[in-house]
């Protein structure tokens, strides 16, 4: 049976950065392969993976939790016909709920051994009152904490407190039997943005969750929280001060930022990855698309385009679909 890992946390917390990692460290020497779910138009994360494995499927625009079920199923199988892999790791977006994937998985025959909810340690108290990202928690076994060079001992054990009393609240339990899915879970570090071996060995138990599916009500909570993204155009002439100031400018619901630009004196493009107030810039070797920027957040609908009036170097782009 094709092994499989899901893994969730919200907009920006560091699971591309681990699975990126992680995978490296510990999976090199067998057949791996990469479902990404990006809640942004173009696929930044798929070409940041791509130059790292060959095997990456991108399922882009939307939420494969909601919209996009069928579109994720039909990947899997093709991925699996296709490459014949021994594990498949899922990144779900960050505003995607793992259960409904775990199930998808379940259905295809993947034995999903373990949901792994990465949590920002430095910022986790201004997202978790989210709801998607409630059942994030409340819908994995493995819990890690990210980012935690930026926190102190004391923070640590703070942001342990408030997990354990999100997990007790949102624990996914079987509807039939009302007993919880997860045997048990755990909290652990991740070790310099890498998951221990152990944790992938599956030594923390899924409970048996036939039955469950048919009744699981799932809401189409993107629409719910209002975590929307506008995708914005750049010249391709700018500044890297420009670039510097639209993030510095952001407003406060504006929680994520990505994006692929062409800087003036970088020979190559570099990719922006803004999460909370951070940034961090990678160079990308090949990129054909024009420079762009996506905003993600809650109700945002009206400061992107303020974004967009205040610097004139941002455009929309009128979408065009070729008839071919
Ligand atoms: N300081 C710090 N930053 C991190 C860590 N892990 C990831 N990041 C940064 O957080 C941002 C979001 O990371 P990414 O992996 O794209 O998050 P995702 O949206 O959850 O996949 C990037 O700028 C990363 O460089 C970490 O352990 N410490
Ligand atoms: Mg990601």
Known sequence: MIQSFII???????????LVNTVKK????????????????????????????????EISEGCICCQLAE?????????????????????????????????????????????ICVVDSKNISSYKENSTAKYQIG??????????????ESELE????DLIEIKEEFDIKNTLTGKKVFNSYVIK??????LSKEL?????????IVGLAKDYKHEDHTIKDSITQRVVYLKDDIEFKNLDEVLKTLPKNIYRVKGVVRVKDVPKPIVI??????????????????????????????????????????YFRIKWTSKT
């Open 8 to 18: 969730t946390g919200f907009l920006g917390v560091g699971k591309t950065t681990m």
């Open 26 to 57: 510990h999976f090199s020497d067998k057949k791996v392969a990469i479902v990404v779910n990006e809640f942004g138009d173009i696929g930044i994360d798929g070409n940041i993976l791509s130059n790292v494995y060959s095997e990456v499927l």
């Open 71 to 115: 579109e994720f199923e039909s990947g899997i199988i093709e991925i699996i016909n296709k490459y014949d892999p021994e594990i498949i790791f899922v990144e779900t977006s960050g505003a995607s709920e793992p259960f409904p994937i775990f199930l998808s998985l379940q259905n295809l025959g993947v034995s999903v051994e373990g949901v």
């Open 139 to 152: 819908g994995s076994n493995i819990i890690v904490l990210n980012k935690i060079d930026l926190v102190t």
């Open 158 to 161: 703070v942001v342990k407190k």
């Open 189 to 194: 570090h991740a070790e310099q943005g890498i």
């Open 200 to 208: 992938f060995e599956g030594i923390y138990k899924i409970d048996e």
């Open 273 to 314: 990855n803004y999460s909370f107030g951070n940034v961090s810039f990678e160079e990308l070797e090949e990129y054909f698309e024009p420079s762009i920027l996506i905003f993600i957040g809650e109700s945002i609908n009206n400061d992107v385009p303020q974004l967009v009036e205040k610097f004139n170097f941002l």
